[in-house]
């Protein structure tokens, strides 16, 4: 490095400088000797230490700020932020019951899934267990589209239709039964379970 000296301060040949570009600046260090060194936005800084066990980084965070994990997978190209991985919150189970059922046709519905879940449906049963039915139907229901799980013709009084499987409802779907064929003020039930994801975190 050349020389930076010209009133024959021997301290100053001592200190450490670093090129910008145009000029010679100062390395500061803290009040405890310790090297301070800023990045700027849109900057990385790589730091490498033969000895592991001497390398020490202290990174303050703002208070508005945080520190998070985030997830990415590389796509061939580029790395992009992964979708959210699947996960469990709670046990989803319903019971939707009609103790006064009308003749004919009766639909039983689930609550929608609520903004901020999905629900895994794992099994759903209809059932009429009063009378006799000529046709039981589990379907989803997703805003204006159906999609049908099971169909059966009916049967006697306590014929069980049973769906087992697994797919997932999106916010506003719903599970729905129809019972067709239904006698005047049957007990009619329909039972769902499952679980919860939480996606709004």
């Known amino acids: 490095m050349p020389h930076v000296s010209n009133n024959n301060d021997p301290l100053l040949d001592r200190a450490i400088f670093a ?23 849109g900057q990385t800084i790589k730091v ?14 703002a208070t508005d700020q945080n520190i998070q994990a985030r997830n990415h997978g590389w796509d061939g190209s580029a790395w992009r932020k992964s979708q959210q991985l699947w996960g469990y919150t709670d046990r989803w189970q319903q019971e939707v019951v009609n103790l006064a059922a009308a ?20 099994a759903a049963t209809v ?10 139907h589990l379907y989803l229901v997703g805003g204006t589209f159906n999609y049908y799980l099971a169909l059966s013709a009916g049967g006697a009084a306590a014929t069980r239709l049973i769906w087992n499987g697994e797919v997932a409802l999106k ?26 994801m939480k996606v709004d975190d």
């Open 19 to 41: 090129y910008d570009g145009t000029d010679y600046r100062v390395v500061k260090v803290d009040t405890s000797g310790q090297l301070v060194a800023a990045v700027a936005t």
């Open 103 to 122: 003749a004919g046709t009766n639909n039983l519905s689930t609550t929608a899934v609520p903004s901020g879940y999905v629900y895994i449906l794992q």
């Open 171 to 196: 916010a506003g779907d719903i599970v729905r039964a129809s019972l067709v064929g239904c006698t005047l003020n049957d007990d009619i039930y329909l039972y769902v379970w499952g679980y919860k």
């Open 127 to 136: 059932l009429d267990v009063t009378s006799a039915t000529v046709g039981l």
């Open 48 to 61: 490498t230490q033969d000895t592991a066990a001497n390398l020490l980084a202290t990174v303050n965070v």
